[in-house]
């Protein structure tokens, strides 16, 4: 099964995404922050990168973009408008879900961007 890099500072909110990846047979790496989710994305390899929007540090989409330098497709979660701002500029760069999540919504977002990275 995919190995996934979950990148999300809320801890209730990565604890959640965390168990309904593993409990569908995903191998799930987290953390909290830009920094730690960048050391993680440097010490292996990863079928998919999860990112916050929003994060203490910066924003997942520098975690998303130092992972498509690797080959390694992103997905990013936000509830903030300026996230999807950024990304008008090129809205096709990475899949966006909105909070709040919904379990069957994560679960096919993941999906299809591992497809589509195929």
Same mark, same amino acid.
């Given at each position: 099964?995919?190995?996934?890099?979950? $990148?999300?500072?809320? @801890?209730? %909110?990565?604890?959640? %995404? /965390?168990?309904?990846? !593993?409990?569908?047979?995903? /191998? !799930?790496?987290? *953390?909290?922050?830009?920094?730690?989710?960048?050391?993680?994305?440097?010490?292996?390899?990863?079928?998919?990168?999860? *990112?916050?929007?929003?994060?203490?540090?910066?924003?997942?989409?520098?975690?998303?973009? &130092? @992972? *498509? %330098?690797?080959?390694?497709?992103?997905?990013?979660?936000?509830?903030?408008?300026? $996230?999807?701002?950024?990304? @008008?500029?090129?809205?096709?760069?990475?899949?966006?879900?909105? &909070?709040?999540?919904?379990?069957?919504?994560?679960?096919?977002?993941?999906?299809?961007?591992? /497809? *589509?990275?195929?």
């Amino acid at each position: 099964m995919a190995r996934i890099l979950l $990148i999300e500072d809320d @801890a209730d %909110v990565r604890l959640v %995404v /965390e168990h309904i990846l !593993v409990d569908e047979g995903y /191998e !799930v790496d987290t *953390a909290e922050c830009v920094v730690r989710g960048a050391d993680l994305l440097d010490s292996g390899p990863y079928d998919l990168v999860v *990112a916050d929007g929003r994060l203490p540090d910066g924003t997942g989409i520098e975690l998303a973009d &130092k @992972a *498509a %330098v690797l080959g390694t497709p992103a997905l990013i979660i936000t509830g903030y408008a300026f $996230i999807l701002r950024e990304l @008008a500029r090129d809205p096709d760069r990475y899949p966006i879900l909105l &909070k709040p999540l919904r379990p069957a919504e994560i679960l096919s977002a993941v999906r299809s961007t591992l /497809e *589509a990275a195929g």
